[in-house]
């Protein structure tokens, strides 16, 4: 899987988490959670339908690498590759 497919797996989550939000809102760099305004249990449930979708479970204590979107694809990316 690339880097886009990746993207568009992220982006297709966040919308089905959290439908009022227009993907053309994602900054790449700003922070998912503030720019969007997803509390901390809908990001939650990003994460986890990542796991299901991508199959790499995000540790909480990686919670501040996957921050951004960008940040995300790289980190699904690294693990996905391995």
Same mark, same amino acid.
Request: aromatic share 6%.
């Given at each position: 899987?690339?880097?886009? %497919?990746?993207? %568009?797996?992220?982006? #297709?989550?966040? !919308?089905?988490?959290?439908? /009022?939000?227009?993907?053309?809102?994602?900054?790449?760099?700003?922070?998912? %959670?503030?720019?969007?305004?997803?509390?901390?249990?809908?990001?939650?449930?990003?994460?986890?339908?990542?796991?299901?979708?991508?199959?790499? +479970? !995000?540790?909480? +204590? /990686?919670?501040?690498? !996957? /921050?951004?979107?960008?940040?995300?694809? +790289?980190?699904? +990316?690294? #693990?996905?590759?391995?």
């Amino acid at each position: 899987m690339n880097e886009e %497919q990746i993207k %568009q797996s992220i982006i #297709r989550q966040i !919308v089905l988490i959290a439908p /009022d939000v227009d993907p053309g809102e994602i900054v790449p760099d700003k922070n998912i %959670q503030r720019s969007l305004e997803i509390d901390s249990f809908d990001f939650l449930k990003i994460l986890t339908a990542l796991n299901e979708e991508l199959g790499v +479970a !995000v540790p909480e +204590a /990686d919670y501040g690498q !996957v /921050d951004t979107l960008e940040h995300m694809i +790289a980190y699904f +990316a690294k #693990r996905i590759a391995s």
